[in-house]
């Protein structure tokens, strides 16, 4: 079983390019080393992110990422174990989603797994699209 959240949230508005380059650099780097997959899509000052793996480790970080000062109003929207990873097959990994190639990356993968579609797999997919269309 595998461990999967997905939230929403609104960026400070204090932050600045730099800012959001160093938070996205940590955040791949972390999350890779630590076998995490999923994405963190930004757009029009607010956050979305998906991520799975290991129970433990997945409460842990969303606990500290609550905490952080760096954007407010986190909502959880889905937490639950499913049998395996969305964003595990063709080694996609964890990725940031914050300019059109990234985008354009995103909606191919997507794209790939509604091929082979699964219950679990079009929840994620629907959050996805809905919030890209509110960017
Ligand atoms: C929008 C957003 C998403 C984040 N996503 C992750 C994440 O996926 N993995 C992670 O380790 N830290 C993530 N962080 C960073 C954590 O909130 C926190 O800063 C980091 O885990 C370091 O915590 P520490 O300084 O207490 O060790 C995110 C922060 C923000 C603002």
Known sequence: ?????????????????????????????KNTSQEITGVLVYGQGNFMQIMEG???????????IKEDNRHHNVIKVIEKDYPDRIFGKYDYGFKVVKDLT???ELKNYITLLNNNPSKHTSKFISLIEHFLKNT
């Open 102 to 104: 990234s985008l354009k």
């Open 54 to 64: 290991p129970k433990k480790k997945i409460i842990s970080i969303f606990n500290r």
């Open 1 to 29: 079983m595998i461990h999967s959240l997905c939230y929403f949230s609104t960026a400070d508005s204090s932050l600045g390019t730099n800012d959001f380059e160093e938070l996205f650099e940590y955040v791949v780097t």
